[in-house]
């Protein structure tokens, strides 16, 4: 059975939230092309997110996606955050950045009451969660809503677990995929598995709907997951350098050159595992660090960094988040992308 009945949109595809990366402009591309837009709200505050989706009201009337993070907020770590900056202090002085002007925040914030009355507001036909999910109250807003719930689980007992609490559909998300990783049972990285070997355990096991997302970016590999029991696929990477999307220009180049070869994932950039594109940062202290402070705080300390490297043309210090499979992606408008990852339900 596919799954675009329960999207509401033509074809069983997603265009996987991006935050950072895109706007309401690549999601409005993606659904009146036929497939399921999505806005990524987890770094949008309150009055952001209604802009957003006034304008993506303004652009489609049709279904799409509101993804957001259901991580629960940890407290700042004093001495983790020093020995934090203390790792970044070389940086610092090489790039001229003063540590005590350094702004604290979390960065990402997780789904909550103003969010949930967004999401009765405006009904998106879709919501999607990254981390597990919300608080049963929170989620029981959003079932009363209307809209289908999705979430992302990279194991077969985070799949079980979902499907137990009332999730429409599942996103199997393979080791290849770009961006963070939605592990949230186990932080055990060992139990990570690629798409390929983790989408037919789900689809075996499963009642609901399984989507396949991770190292998808052709018809090819629609078609492939299809044969191993996908409902749907959803595709993230591909959808990078499509001119809708709000892709940075050191972003895209580094995906159009040699360097996007070699991602791996690091905790670096938020403080916890994330797929990119391996940078000098990555390179010099090791992708993954035990001094880097618990999602979403290690980010404040790396900021400045970004941003000053970033105004001298560097990506050195910046998040370059990529799936494996990125060596065939080209520029292309969305909906000729999506027309294209189409053709691979046909195959058969």
Known sequence: MLVNDLLGSELPL???????????????????????????????????????????????????????????????????????????????????????????????????????????????????????????????????????????????????????????????????????????????????????????????????????????NDARGVAAAMALGAAGVQVGSAYLLCPEATTSVLHRAALQSPAARHTALTNLFSGRPARGIVNRLMRELGPLSERAPAFPLATAAIAPLRAAAEAQGSGDFSPLWAGQNIASCRAMPAAELTRELARGFVRG
């Open 14 to 216: 997603i265009q996987a939230p991006m935050a950072g990366s895109q706007d309401h402009r690549l999601a409005a591309a993606v659904s009146r092309a036929g497939g399921l837009g999505s806005i990524a709200c987890a770094m949008l505050t309150p009055a952001a997110l209604r802009q957003e989706l006034e304008a993506m009201r303004g652009l489609t009337e049709r279904p799409f996606n509101l993804n957001f993070f259901s991580h629960v907020p940890v407290l700042p770590d004093m001495t983790r955050d020093a020995g934090w900056r203390e790792a970044l202090a070389p940086y610092y002085d090489e790039l001229g950045v003063d540590p005590a002007s350094i702004a604290s925040g979390p960065g990402r914030l997780p789904f909550n009451d103003e969010a949930a009355a967004l999401v009765e507001e405006f009904r998106p036909a879709v919501v999607s969660f990254h981390f597990g999910l919300p608080e049963e109250a929170l989620l029981q807003r959003v079932r009363n809503s209307g809209a289908a719930i999705l979430s992302s689980a990279t194991t077969l007992d985070e799949a079980l677990w979902l499907q137990e609490r009332g999730v429409d559909a599942v996103i199997a998300q393979g080791l290849e995929a770009g961006g963070h990783r939605g592990h949230f049972l186990d932080l055990d990285l060992s139990r990570q598995l690629g798409t390929l070997a983790l989408l037919p355990q789900l689809a075996d096991a499963l009642a609901v709907p399984v989507i396949a997302a991770g190292g998808i």
